[in-house]
């Protein structure tokens, strides 16, 4: 006797996508970096007291869009805060970054949800017609 199915498919619409615009690559990343804390709270709620450096290096812009990310998501985890203000230098390949922000008081904050981390999917770092810089993914949550 064939056992009874007992798992299923179902639609997950819990991710969320975010950009950052800017007339440099780097605004452009800054702003993905606000627009990521702003799925977990009001970035004016955070207040920009401690500062975490961040350096990551990749291929390509895309690549490096991902990996910024992906060091803030662990820098909050790690470090227990939020961020509100961010600084971009790109060199070539290489990403330094500056992330400012204070340890998370659930009670002012309120997060959300938490983000786990920044994804591949919708993945577009490029200049716009218009040349201004558009920096997107869709961060899992």
């Avoid at 975010?18 to 007339?23: E, M, P």
């Avoid at 470090?79 to 290489?94: A, C, N, T």
Wanted: charge should be negative; aromatic fraction near 6%; charged fraction near 20%.
């Amino acid at each position: 006797m064939p056992q009874q199915q007992t798992w299923e498919h179902f639609a997950h619409q819990a991710d969320i996508g975010i950009r950052g615009t800017g007339a440099t690559l780097s605004e452009a990343l800054e702003q993905a970096a606000c627009a990521m804390t702003a799925v977990i709270t009001d970035p004016d709620l955070v207040r920009a007291t401690r500062m975490v450096e961040i350096r990551c290096e990749a291929p390509d812009p895309e690549l490096l869009l991902v990996d910024w990310l992906n060091a803030i998501v662990y820098e909050m985890a790690v470090q227990h805060m939020l961020f509100s203000r961010f600084e971009v230098q790109i060199d070539g390949q290489r990403l330094s970054g500056c992330a400012w922000g204070e340890a998370i008081d659930i009670s002012r904050h309120q997060p959300a949800v938490e983000v786990k981390g920044a994804t591949f999917t919708e993945l577009r770092v490029a200049q716009d017609d218009g040349g201004r810089w558009i920096a997107q993914c869709i961060v899992d949550v």
